[in-house]
C-alpha cells in the first residue's frame, strides 16, 4: 500500500513519537509499505509521522545515490525505537529537502557522525556507529520521530525568509509528483 505524505502544518509532523512494542500489529507490512511509498515519491528516507502514523519507525533507501557513491548501492535499512546517544562535534552543511515540505530546499549543518541503537524490522537489537550521507539521511528522519523538521534547524532569519513557502504549504499550496495529504 502507497500511503499519502503528510504535509507540513500538519500536527503530527510536531508530535513526539511513541515506542513500538514487540506485539505491534502489521509491523513488518508497515516497513514494506514505507519502504514502498518512499519509492514512489523518490525519496531517500520517510518516517511513520510522515504517513500519520506517531509511532517510532523510519526507513532509510540511499540506493539513488548508489551510482555516484558504490557504497551506498543496495543500502536500505527500517529503524525502530532509534536512539541517537553520540555524535560527532564536526559537522558539516548539506542541501536537504523533505517530501513534508515539497519544493524547499535548505542547507542545514548537522554532525558527520553519530551513533545510534535501534531494532531493524525483524526486531533485532542494533549499535551502530553512521557517517556521511547515511549518518545525514538517518539524522533527518530520527528529527520526524521527535516531532522537528529540517526547517527547525535553521538560523531564525533564515526560517523568517521562508515563512510565506511554509504558510503556503499548510494552505495547500504545492506541486508535487506523489500523493498528499
Not at 88 to 108: I, R
Not at 151 to 174: A, E, I, Q, V, W
Given at each position: ?22 506485539d ?29 502514523k ?67 524490522e ?37 526560517r ?22
Amino acid at each position: 500500500m502507497i500511503y499519502p505524505i503528510v504535509i507540513y502544518g500538519s500536527q503530527t509532523l510536531r508530535q513526539k513519537c511513541e515506542p513500538i512494542a514487540p506485539d505491534y500489529p502489521g509491523l513488518q507490512q508497515l516497513v514494506e509499505d514505507m519502504f514502498l511509498t518512499l519509492r514512489e515519491a523518490e525519496g531517500v528516507g520517510l518516517a511513520a509521522p510522515q504517513i500519520g502514523k506517531n509511532i517510532r519507525l523510519f526507513v532509510v533507501d540511499c540506493t539513488p545515490w548508489g551510482e555516484d557513491n558504490p557504497e551506498l548501492a543496495g543500502y536500505k535499512r527500517a529503524f525502530i525505537n532509534a536512539e541517537i546517544y553520540a555524535c560527532s562535534e564536526e559537522t558539516g552543511l548539506f542541501n536537504e529537502g523533505c517530501l513534508s515540505l515539497p519544493g524547499l530546499h535548505e542547507d542545514v549543518r548537522r554532525p558527520l557522525a553519530i551513533r545510534m541503537r535501534y531494532l531493524d524490522e525483524h526486531l533485532v537489537e542494533h549499535d551502530e556507529a553512521f557517517e556521511g550521507l547515511p549518518a545525514r539521511v538517518i539524522q533527518h528522519e530520527y528529527d520526524h520521530i521527535e516531532g522537528t523538521v529540517f526547517t527547525d534547524r535553521l538560523s531564525p532569519l533564515r526560517r523568517n525568509l521562508l515563512r510565506g513557502k511554509l504558510l503556503n504549504l499548510t494552505k495547500g499550496k504545492y506541486s508535487c509528483s506523489y500523493k498528499t495529504r
